[in-house]
């Protein structure tokens, strides 16, 4: 204790670079008021644990006394002035206290080198004592997803940023394509295409009439004489129309009849109803004109 | 909507008297040309490689048209069940009920067809009054004429043809085709 504070070097924790010297015969001034101060320390305590005894056994007996009572309200008029006195004393000496560990404690922080501390913790020991798997076990990861907002949490995120930070051809250079290609199996991807639904799809009416394919309809089958005979059929089909119609009229007939053969009309509605007419189109036709030669 | 597409929907039904006369008026021409082109070959070969002359008139004639008529028709009825005048407009003979055309009712249908005229044209009327448009003949062999022609080859060919015409004008650019 003589030589700590006096040319000490100071601990590793506690160095007293820059800190002020104390006086030789100032040190052993406290060291002796210490070691009287924790001599008498121990005899009080040591004489208050007995007198306490003493006095629990003391206060019983006197309890079963009698004038007890008027024993106690002069006793406690004579020490509540002592008391005031006492209360008076506490409090100032806690003010004292606080003032003197105001200068002592920004001292002591002064002295002490958090660094040296911070370097002799060890830091993996530290973490080697933690279970992590019983914290992790302990955290309960559907509550924190539900807190988390992932809307919002999307909306701060600027998409287009992170896709240009991306290196896309780095990415597919590592990529093998064929590997990728020849794990895949067309035949059954083939399977699952309904080809026949896509050709009903498909509109062989604008097909014809829009690319080559039409040509060569036109080239194979076309000539002057067929173009001519399926006018000429088009425009008599128009024509039995007509006078179908006229016919009617003069007969005053309602309703229509059978249009074609039974086992014809048949197959025509199980291959679905014809193309609507057009405004204005002639009707099927019905009848024939009167006095007519026909086979 | 396209006289050919127009006339697509009509397959299959009852065909019109209009049609059925330009296919007989067809047949009838064919008949006679033939007639009188045969009948010609014949003569000149039997002047050429005879001594005796070939003269066909009066009875003789009427009655060697009507056979050559039968031959024509009932060949042509028993065998395609449409005769060519019929061809060329797109008509088929069926049975009433939309069946197939066979040999035996072919056969009375040719030998009742005469009756239509024999009964001074009333034979014909079952085309204008009836809806079925079945003449005498008809009823009595059980047939029904129908429009039978490929429409929708036709209607490719139109639809073709216009299409060509329509790049040719717009410098051959092609349209996207829609699908239906």
């Known amino acids: ?295 | 909507m396209t006289p050919a597409r127009d006339a697509l929907r009509f397959q299959g039904h009852y065909a019109g008297p209009v049609s059925r006369l330009l296919a007989y008026a067809a047949d009838t021409f064919l008949i006679s040309v033939l007639y009188t082109a045969g009948l010609a070959l014949l003569r000149f070969a039997v002047d050429a490689a005879t001594p005796w002359t070939l003269n066909v008139e009066g009875a003789v004639f009427a009655v060697g048209a009507v056979v050559w008529a039968g031959l024509y028709f009932g060949a042509s009825w028993t065998g395609f069940a449409r005769s060519p005048g019929m061809s060329l407009l797109g008509l088929r003979i069926v049975r009433a009920d939309g069946s197939d055309l066979d040999r035996r009712h072919a056969l009375i249908r040719l030998f009742a067809f005469p009756l239509a005229f024999l009964t001074l044209g009333l034979g014909f009327l079952g085309i204008i009054l009836r809806r079925t448009r079945q003449a005498l003949y008809d009823n009595i062999a059980d047939t029904a004429v129908i429009y039978d022609w490929d429409a929708e080859a036709a209607k490719l060919r139109e639809l073709a043809t216009r299409g060509g015409h329509r790049r040719q004008v717009g410098g051959g650019a092609e349209r996207p085709v829609s699908s239906a």
């Open chain 1, 1 to 295: 204790m003589d030589d700590a504070s006096h040319g000490s070097p100071g601990t590793d924790l506690v160095p007293l670079t820059g800190a002020r010297v104390v006086p030789r015969e100032l040190v052993r001034g406290v060291d002796l008021a210490l070691g009287v101060g924790v001599r008498a320390g121990g005899v009080a305590v040591r004489l208050v644990g007995a007198g306490r005894e003493v006095a629990r056994v003391g206060v019983r007996a006197a309890a079963v006394l009698p004038g007890t009572g008027a024993a106690r309200r002069a006793l406690s008029a004579v020490t509540r002035p002592l008391a005031a006195d006492g209360a008076r004393v506490r409090r100032r000496t806690v003010a004292e206290a606080q003032r003197a560990l105001e200068w002592a404690v920004p001292a002591i922080v002064e002295l002490i080198d958090v660094d040296a501390i911070v370097q002799r913790i060890d830091a993996d020991a530290l973490v080697a004592t933690i279970d992590v798997d019983a914290v992790l076990r302990r955290i309960d990861t559907d509550a924190v997803m539900a807190a988390i907002d992932v809307d919002a949490l999307l909306q701060r995120t600027d998409v287009n940023a992170l896709l240009r930070r991306v290196d896309l051809d780095a990415a597919l250079t590592g990529v093998d394509l064929d590997e990728v290609i020849g794990r895949i199996d067309v035949d059954a991807i083939a399977a699952r295409v309904d080809v026949n639904a896509i050709v009903q799809r498909l509109d062989v009416d604008a097909v014809v009439e829009q690319t080559e394919l039409g040509t060569i309809v036109a080239r194979s089958t076309s000539g002057f004489a067929s173009e001519a005979l399926d006018l000429a059929r088009a425009q008599t089909v128009g024509v039995d129309a007509l006078v179908t119609r006229l016919v009617d009229r003069l007969l005053r007939r309602r309703g229509e009849g059978p249009l074609g053969p039974p086992l014809l009309m048949r197959e025509e509605d199980e291959e679905g109803p014809a193309a609507p007419p057009p405004a204005g189109a002639p009707s099927p036709p019905e009848t024939a004109p009167p006095e007519e030669p026909a086979e």
